[in-house]
C-alpha cells in the first residue's frame, strides 16, 4: 500500500543550528510533496508544496527538496528558533486532492 | 474569514451513542475533507468530498457517514460511537491551485472526542 514514513523519534536541535527532517515514500509516486506544521492542541497549517519536476523550493527560513530518485524529500528550517519547535507533518499527493499523511516529526530547539 | 470552524471543541460520549461534529468553512473551497489523528500518529483520512451532492470514502470511513448538502458545510456523523473513535477530529478544506494537484488544505481546530 502506499505508504509516507518520517522519522518517528523527536529531533532535539541548538538554536541557530540547521534543522533536517525526512520523508520517505514507498510503493507510491507522488506528483506533489506538502508539509504542515502542528502546534499541539491545534490544526496543521501549511507551510510548502514542492512538484516532482521541482528539485528544490524555498520560502524564507524553509527549503524543501524532491529527489524522486531516492524517493524522498528534505525539509530544512535554516536559523533554527525556539519559536519553530513543533510537529512537522509531510503530505502526499497526486492530482486528486487526496492527501497521504506522515506520522510526523516532533522538532525541538532549545536556547 | 473565519476559515474553517469545527464544534464541538471536546465531547464524551458512551458506547453506542451518536453524535454529529459540524464543519464550516467561509473560503468558498470546493473540496472538504474529514481526518482523524490518534496519537503520535499522522492524520487518516475518513471521508472527503469535492462538491455539494458529491463524497466519497477515504482510507478509514467505516462507522462513519457524511453529506454535503451546501458547499460550506460537511457535517461528520457517528452512528454507534466505540471506544476504537476515540481519536482527535479535524475538517480541511481547499480548491485547486495554479496546477493540477496544488491543494494547499486549510484545517480546522480540531474537535477531541472520547469514548468510554
Known amino acids: 500500500s502506499q505508504k509516507i514514513e518520517q522519522n518517528s523519534e523527536a529531533l532535539n536541535i541548538q538554536e541557530g543550528k540547521t534543522a533536517t527532517l525526512t520523508c520517505n515514500y514507498t510503493?507510491?509516486?507522488?506528483?506533489?510533496l506538502q508539509w504542515y506544521r502542528q502546534d499541539p492542541g491545534r490544526g496543521p497549517v501549511f507551510l510548502l508544496l514542492?512538484?516532482?519536476?521541482?528539485k528544490e523550493k524555498r520560502k524564507e527560513r524553509l527549503k524543501v527538496t524532491f529527489d524522486t530518485t531516492l524517493k524522498q524529500s528534505l525539509f530544512h528550517i535554516t536559523a533554527s528558533q525556539p519559536a519553530d519547535s513543533a510537529t512537522y507533518l509531510c503530505?502526499?499527493?497526486?492530482?486528486?486532492?487526496?492527501?497521504?499523511f506522515g506520522q510526523g516529526t516532533t522538532l525541538q530547539v532549545k536556547p | 474569514n473565519a476559515g474553517v470552524t469545527q464544534t464541538p471543541k471536546f465531547r464524551i460520549l458512551k458506547i453506542g451513542q451518536s453524535m454529529t461534529l459540524q464543519c464550516t468553512q467561509d473560503?468558498?473551497?470546493?473540496?472538504m475533507y474529514w481526518y482523524r489523528q490518534d496519537p503520535g500518529m499522522g492524520l487518516k483520512l475518513i471521508y472527503y468530498s469535492v462538491g455539494a451532492g458529491i463524497t466519497d470514502k477515504g482510507e478509514v470511513p467505516n462507522g462513519y457517514n457524511v453529506s454535503r448538502s451546501t458547499t460550506e458545510d460537511f457535517p461528520l456523523r457517528l452512528e454507534l460511537a466505540a471506544p476504537s473513535q476515540t481519536s482527535v477530529y479535524f475538517c480541511a478544506s481547499s480548491n485547486r491551485g495554479h496546477s493540477r494537484g496544488d491543494y494547499e488544505q486549510y484545517f480546522g481546530p480540531g474537535t477531541r472526542l472520547t469514548v468510554t
Open positions: 514542492i512538484r516532482e519536476n521541482e
Open positions: 510503493n507510491y509516486s507522488p506528483a506533489y
Open positions: 473560503m468558498n473551497h470546493n473540496y
Open positions: 503530505a502526499s499527493s497526486r492530482t486528486t486532492g487526496k492527501l497521504i
